[in-house]
């Protein structure tokens, strides 16, 4: 189970961006990095062409780049600082299943996310 999900407000705790917060636009499962909006951002070449119209396409653009998965924290949203983040299981009232909900693991408060 992810503890970073898409839509997340995350902040970036090591690198060039340190300090700078985002939300999470796509993860990457399978090499464990995130993609955050305005953090990473770096250049692309792309080849110039024509598109069916006769528009020429291509240049440089910015994109944002993938980022490692260690190097972000979920941000507490009374607080507005990075929070470690736990599991815990919760009893659902109407039928009696169990359901996971994510929670923040701070010295002070065990509140949901």
């Known amino acids: 189970m992810a503890k970073i999900k898409k839509g997340d407000q995350v902040i970036v705790i090591s690198g060039r961006d340190k ?19 305005g953090v990473q951002r770096v250049t692309k070449h792309t080849k110039v062409g024509q598109s069916q119209r006769g528009t020429r396409t291509g240049g440089i653009e910015t994109v944002e780049a993938p980022i490692h ?42 509140k949901d996310i």
Not at 23 to 36: C, N
Not at 93 to 108: L, P, S, W, Y
């Open 69 to 110: 998965v260690s190097n972000v924290m979920i941000v507490d949203p009374e607080t507005k600082k990075g929070t470690r983040v736990g599991y815990r299981l919760e009893q659902v009232e109407r039928d009696g299943r169990t359901k996971t909900v994510r929670i923040r693991v701070a010295k002070r408060s065990g």
């Open 19 to 37: 300090g700078k917060t985002g939300r999470v636009l796509e993860v990457l499962k399978d090499s464990d990095r995130v993609v955050v909006e």
